[in-house]
């Protein structure tokens, strides 16, 4: 990871001549960003900046300490004295992937101790990183532009009502009125999938063969009952006389199994499609908190 | 695509009621003793089989008569005489011929007649007088009578309970305790 470490001193005539505080800003980059330093000049152009890279490493792994806020006490208090500065800004950025950490930590140099800090994590954007800074710089001299904000802000979608998603509810809901179990593949929801299409397959397998059952019946009910009005032979007249009322009572049966399977079927048909709209794919509603545009400052 | 949904949901109900049909339990064979005597026809009864019939002028038809005895009734006869009325305004009497069962299939010559009055009234005799065979049991078409059509309309057969008799083999009476027509339908 490459490293760099520049110092800026950075002293505002505007305050230093009306006897306002002073700062010292320090930047720990791990990569390289072109034209910061200019981009700081130029964004605060009432300050000085002195940039002096001969101190590395000094505020390595704030986090580990115990107590973060009081660790370098002596440090900050010498450099304060050294630089004759109020405070100290402290700036860290380390890159993820498409995404970077921007850790910022605001130090007191007549306590030595942290007083402000602020530690945000997000997807990269053009010129993400020196926006950032400057609006974190910014942020601590009471300073905020609005260009600084919609820059942020052109990262974000300005209505998440207009986005047009690629799955929506309604399609998952269509998908399992179809297909059981589809609209909740469809939103991804692997168990719940397999566990309404076993069970809509289940019921309407069994409403298949008592359906058929019903129909045997019936076709063996209508022709038995035939030979029985055409015979006269008293023993064939016994015989499919029986034939034809087993027939019937189990028509009887199959129809009633029949229409109560149909009716779960379909009552499961439907509320299959239901619950695949009720939790099919929706955005994230907290799209705003995470990238807030209000900056949120985290006190050490 | 509610309204496309509602009419799936309503199609699957009506396919459903409509294809799981409930058919009617409806025996009525005249041969049958408990349809019989689902009808208050108490056997042993005389009836025609079959009990309708439909046929077209100057067609010939045959309607047979039956004596049904209770399934498990082992009451054995040796003679018997029917009476017999039909409509002779629609059908005309053709002729008689001694049924399967009183002749055994063939296997038997029992003494069978017929009177016919040249109106409407049939009466038939049949008696057993052979030394090896002398009595039949059970449920069986005695005779088949043969018409003929000759005018359109509706109107039936039936029995004179009063003038039929079953006799066993010691010419003791058999009771007749019901009887049921036939209905004729000529187009």
């Known amino acids: 990871m490459h490293n760099s470490m520049s110092f800026i001193l950075f002293i505002s005539f505007l305050y230093s001549m009306n006897q306002e505080p002073t700062y010292l800003v320090l930047n720990h980059f791990d990569q390289e960003i072109p034209e910061v330093e200019k981009s700081l000049i130029e964004s605060f152009n009432n300050s000085k900046f002195e940039f002096n890279e001969s101190i590395k490493n000094i505020f390595h792994n704030l986090d580990n300490y115990d107590n973060p806020a009081s660790s370098h006490m002596d440090i900050i208090k010498e450099l304060g004295t050294e630089h004759k500065v109020n405070f100290i800004l402290l700036n860290k950025i380390e890159h993820n992937e498409d995404r970077f950490i921007l850790d910022g930590l605001l130090f007191n140099t007549r306590s030595g101790g942290l007083i402000h800090r602020r530690k945000i994590d997000l997807k990269q954007y053009l010129d993400g990183q020196i926006n950032e800074l400057v609006m974190w710089v910014g942020n601590t001299l009471g300073i905020q532009q609005k260009d600084w904000q919609e820059n942020r802000e052109s990262i974000l979608f300005s209505d998440p009502e207009e986005i047009e998603y690629d799955k929506t509810p309604m399609g998952a809901a269509i998908r399992s009125l179809i297909v059981p179990g589809w609209g909740q593949a469809y939103s991804n929801k692997k168990i719940s999938s397999k566990v309404w299409f076993g069970v809509e397959a289940s019921l309407s397998l069994a409403f298949i063969l008592s359906y058929l059952n019903y129909d045997t019946s019936v076709t063996n009910f209508l022709k038995n009952s035939n030979l029985y009005n055409a015979t006269d032979d008293e023993k064939l007249v016994s015989k499919y006389r029986s034939d034809a009322e087993r027939d019937w009572i189990n028509h009887i049966i199959y129809s009633k199994l029949a229409i109560a399977l149909a009716s779960a079927t379909g009552t499961g048909w439907v509320s299959n499609s239901i619950h695949a709209w009720v939790f099919g794919p929706r955005p994230y509603t907290n799209i705003y908190q995470e990238w807030g545009s209000s900056p949120k400052l985290e006190e050490g | ?187």
Request: charge should be negative; glycine fraction near 6%.
């Open chain 2, 1 to 187: 695509m509610k309204i496309i949904n509602d009419y799936k949901i309503l199609g699957i109900i009506v396919f459903i009621s409509f294809s799981c049909k409930l058919y009617k339990k409806d025996f009525d064979n005249p041969v049958d003793y408990e349809a019989n005597s689902d009808l208050g026809i108490n056997a042993p009864a005389l009836v025609f089989y079959p009990k309708t019939q439909t046929i077209n002028i100057n067609e010939s038809f045959i309607f047979e008569s039956v004596i049904v005895f209770h399934k498990d009734s082992i009451q054995a006869f040796s003679g018997a005489h029917l009476r017999v009325y039909f409509p002779n305004q629609l059908i005309k009497f053709d002729t008689i011929v001694p049924g399967l069962f009183i002749t055994d299939t063939s296997q038997s010559n029992p003494l069978f007649t017929y009177t016919f009055d040249g109106e409407s009234m049939i009466d038939i005799y049949t008696y057993f007088l052979s030394e090896s065979k002398y009595f039949i049991e059970g449920t069986g078409h005695i005779a088949d009578i043969i018409f003929t059509a000759v005018e359109g309309g509706v109107d039936s057969l039936y029995y004179d309970l009063d003038y039929c008799e079953f006799i066993t083999v010691y010419d003791t009476e058999i009771p007749i305790l019901g009887k049921r027509g036939a209905e004729v339908k000529i187009d």
